[in-house]
Every structure is written in structure tokens, then in C-alpha cells.
């Protein structure tokens, strides 16, 4: 058991309230940094106000646009005759890896 004269001080008040203060502006910079990158890799958002109500509207247009081409191109592939599902896998164990090294500390 650790003795009295080795154990930490208590925090104040006011340094619990730093603290906080600075965790709450951490946690509001990392959200700002999702909605960034979220803007620069959305097409047609450059230039657009940060909105995050704007960003995320576009960020569902544009995946349910590239989810629709998607099964356009797997239509077309299996109607071509091509087996495609060894492709398919190895393509989202790529993006697995990608999410995972644009997304540091596994936050937003």
C-alpha cells in the first residue's frame, strides 16, 4: 500500500475545470478534423462552408451514388460472366486497412 507522503496531490477544483475545459475542446477539434476530411474527399464540397448538416448530406449522396454504381458494375460484370467475389473481398480487407490508418486513435 503506498504511504501518505507518496501519494499524488488532489486536484482543485479550478484544475478539475481545466481539465475538463481542455478535454471538451479536444474532443470538439477531433469532431471539426472528421468534418474536414469528410469535405475534402467529398466531390463538390470544396469551397462549401463547413456546415456539418452540409457535409454529412453530401458525404450520404455520395455514397448511396457510389453504392449504386457499384452494383451497376456487378451487374454488368456478372452479366459479362465474371466471377467476381474473390475481388470483392480482397477490395474491402483494402478498405478496412485504409479506414483504419485515415482514422488515428480509432475516433472519429
Do not use: C, W, Y
Amino acid at each position: 500500500m503506498a504511504s501518505p507522503s507518496k501519494e499524488k496531490p488532489r486536484l482543485t477544483e479550478q484544475e478539475k475545470k481545466n481539465n475538463h475545459i481542455a478535454s471538451e475542446q479536444k474532443r470538439r477539434q477531433a469532431i471539426r478534423d472528421g468534418f474536414d476530411r469528410l469535405a475534402n474527399i467529398v466531390p463538390g464540397m470544396e469551397g462549401q462552408g463547413r456546415s456539418e448538416n452540409i457535409v454529412l448530406q453530401a458525404t450520404i449522396d455520395f455514397m448511396r451514388e457510389q453504392i449504386a454504381e457499384h452494383q451497376e458494375l456487378v451487374t454488368q460484370a456478372k452479366t459479362a460472366g465474371v466471377d467476381i467475389s474473390d475481388v470483392e473481398i480482397k477490395n474491402l480487407h483494402g478498405l478496412d486497412k485504409t479506414n483504419e490508418a485515415q482514422t488515428p486513435g480509432g475516433g472519429v
